[in-house]
């Protein structure tokens, strides 16, 4: 049975995740709170690893996901499932669009997208940045404030802000270690 969620929830989450790997963490949350197969905090620690390996984010958190569900056989159903609308959507698109390209109906859908798209990235974003830098938990009132805020890991976001503007050529990965070691050093 977990086999056949695994697939359904992921099958879904691939299919209407238009926009990207960052698309997908929406959903991701939606499965966190529907299933014990990880808590919305792994899916803090899912984002971040997704980040810092290779492979497409939404790719990365769904093998992590269907790893922690049913072990290899899981992850290998939750990747397949996550990737499969996709590719027949592309091999179904790209032998309909040569023929469609210069539809106003088709052109529209595209326009559509785009903000529908951008709305979801940034509200994944925006998850993101509450659970990695305020402590939500924490808030009472207005008065509550300053405990809220993750005072260390808003240093080092603002930090790494301005070394990626001033270190433009410094590779992502030395970043991505950097905050690493930071945090085992510090103990976040």
Not at 12 to 19: E, N, S, Y
Not at 145 to 166: E, H, K, T
Not at 168 to 173: E, L, Q, T
Request: glycine share 8%; proline share 6%.
């Amino acid at each position: 049975m977990i086999f056949l969620q695994l697939f359904w929830e992921f099958f879904k989450t691939g299919l209407f995740a238009v926009g990207g790997g960052l698309a997908t963490l929406p959903f991701l949350k939606q499965i966190a709170l529907k299933y014990p197969w990880f808590t919305p905090a792994d899916l803090m620690n899912m984002i971040a690893v997704s980040e810092s390996t290779p492979g497409p984010i939404g790719v990365n958190s769904a093998t992590y996901a269907g790893f922690h569900a049913a072990g290899l056989p899981g992850a290998l159903m939750a990747t397949f499932a996550l990737v499969l609308p996709s590719v027949v959507i592309i091999i179904a698109i790209s032998r309909a669009l040569t023929r469609f390209r210069e539809s106003k109906l088709v052109q529209s859908a595209f326009y559509g997208l785009r903000p529908a798209s951008a709305g979801l990235i940034l509200g994944a974003m925006a998850s993101v940045f509450a659970a990695s830098l305020l402590h939500l938990d924490l808030w009472t009132s207005l008065c509550s404030l300053g405990a809220v805020l993750n005072v260390p890991a808003l240093l080092v976001f603002l930090g790494f802000m301005v070394a990626i503007r001033l270190l433009p050529k410094v590779h992502p990965i030395v970043f991505i270690a950097l905050g690493a070691v930071i945090g085992i050093v510090f103990r976040f």
